[in-house]
């Protein structure tokens, strides 16, 4: 079936494209009633619906928005993309989601399809591999907010999680339990800021409480080939952990398949406090104990910076932090032996 056009509706009606496209858009002060009856009569029998990004080519708003994101499926992802929505259907905005599964090219084509579209401005949350990329689009007058991760420190707009705070919390949550020897469980994060912030928040804390630093008890884990050394190994070291901090919910939910393979009881073997909430937690046979983000106020807060940067080209860039909490369930257990 064609596509129904603004030409056919005026056609059907016996008016101008000129006159039909006035009627669309709400402007028929001078227009007859007989006039107006005719175009609506012609856009019901045609079944004629208007594009809305299309009809706002000519102005300088479409009222829409890109989000790009890494994972859709995400826990704390999903909540962020909620939170973005609702501020959206508020004040009137649309939101088009691509999602990029963690590749710089394809997030690159999401960057290109979304000013293609002109889209009044974009939320991503960044591989780090675009960098000069989305510079370019912000030089081009596309507003842009980073949300998640914060990479070379070159992103000008950004929503977070206070990620320094939180580890520094989370770290001594655990040294009050009387545990000294913390493995800190990350991917690699000399050359990202936000994951480099999580860092020195857990030497921070382990400082605080003069507790020497052990680079053994730094463990790394890549998405693709998982932990750099099992974490059995690790447990059976000299430097053996009595905690793990894990630092992203696939590094948790991997530790935890790993340990109960092993057998490996928590907290009797070993405590464990991870970074990010699980879906339905308080279904495990040992509830883990996380540092809890916002995703949702993430989400309405980047959308609001967003929207205040689409009115106003010439706003200062911001840098907002979101305070994380710990929420305490059954995953770590006094330490009593020092």
Not at 253 to 280: A, K, Q, Y
């Amino acid at each position: 079936m064609a596509k129904v056009k603004l030409v056919d509706v005026a056609q059907r009606a016996s008016v101008s494209k000129s006159t039909a496209s006035q009627y669309i858009n709400g402007r028929f002060d001078y227009m007859s009633k007989q006039t107006q009856e005719r175009i609506r009569l012609a856009i019901k029998d045609l079944d004629y619906v208007p594009n809305p990004i299309a009809r706002n080519l000519k102005s300088d708003k479409t009222k829409t928005i890109g989000v790009i994101v890494r994972d859709i499926t995400g826990f704390d992802t999903s909540y962020t993309i909620r939170g973005v929505d609702d501020y959206c259907k508020a004040f009137g905005y649309n939101a088009l989601i691509y999602n990029t599964d963690f590749d710089p090219e394809t997030e690159a084509k999401s960057l290109e399809a979304l000013y293609q579209m002109r889209v009044d401005g974009i939320i991503i949350a960044s591989s780090g591999e675009n960098n000069t990329l989305i510079r370019d689009y912000i030089d081009k007058g596309m507003p842009i907010v980073h949300v998640q991760l914060e990479h070379d420190g070159s992103e000008k707009n950004l929503i977070l999680s206070d990620y320094r705070k939180a580890a520094f919390e989370a770290t001594e949550y655990l040294i009050k339990l009387g545990h000294k020897r913390i493995c800190f469980v990350t991917q690699a994060f000399k050359n990202v800021k936000s994951r480099n912030e999580r860092y020195l928040g857990y030497v921070s804390a382990l400082e605080k409480h003069n507790i020497p630093l052990d680079k053994d008890l730094i463990q790394y884990w890549q998405r693709e080939t998982g932990f750099e050394h099992a974490p059995r190994s690790v447990l059976a070291s000299n430097s053996s952990p009595t905690a793990f901090f894990t630092q992203h919910l696939a590094i948790t939910t991997e530790l935890l398949r790993h340990l109960n393979e092993e057998s490996i009881s928590i907290p009797e073997d070993v405590s464990i406090i991870g970074f990010d909430d699980i879906p339905m937690a308080e279904f495990f046979k040992v509830p883990i104990t996380v540092v809890k983000q916002e995703p949702y106020s993430i989400g309405k807060e980047a959308t609001k910076l967003l929207l205040e940067n689409i009115n106003d080209k010439h706003k200062h860039a911001q840098k907002i932090m979101i305070a994380c909490s710990i929420t305490e369930r059954q995953s770590c257990k006094k330490y009593l032996l020092g």
